[in-house]
């Protein structure tokens, strides 16, 4: 690419980025997730979450759904094993689903936000460490199961 072709491009697609990085810098942004919070470690045995600055971090967000995207009910989350320092709360709102690309029917539905439940971690002020917190899901139709959390607070 020539330097006057170079200079094109810029132009182009300068107005473009800077109009992305304006709109980023005006969403409001409640949590900061590190970690994928949903990434599984090699072991298998924790989920791993980060929170930088001591802020709330969200564990895990619920949202169950129809084939054709429609609600299919609620899913309860309870805190079997709290942190040692912070607390756990529950809140009901709209989040993306997180269905597998194997699932090819409701794979579509994570595309918009959908009613649902998330916990989230807000860590004790002024606390940097590690901390291990275990949760159990139970679905509408009364299958549950439970992970275990280690949280990173930097």
């Excluded at 800077?18 to 942004?29: K, R």
């Amino acid at each position: 690419m020539n330097r006057s072709s170079s200079f094109l491009h810029t132009l182009r697609f300068g107005p473009v980025l800077l109009g992305c990085l304006a709109l980023a810098a005006c969403m409001p942004q409640r949590f900061q997730v590190v970690a994928a919070n949903q990434s599984v470690t090699s072991t298998g045995q924790f989920t791993d979450v980060s929170s930088i600055g001591g802020r709330p971090v969200p564990l895990q967000s619920i949202v169950i759904l129809e084939p054709d995207c429609t609600p299919a009910g609620t899913a309860i989350i309870q805190v079997q094993t709290p942190p040692a320092h912070g607390q756990i709360t529950t809140e009901t709102g709209n989040y993306y689903p997180s269905y597998p690309a194997s699932d090819s029917q409701r794979y579509a539905c994570n595309l918009k936000k959908r009613a649902g439940v998330a916990a989230i971690y807000t860590p004790e002020p002024g606390f940097h460490g590690v901390v291990f917190a275990t949760l159990q899901v139970t679905g509408p139709l009364g299958r549950s199961g439970t992970r275990v959390y280690r949280i990173t607070v930097q």
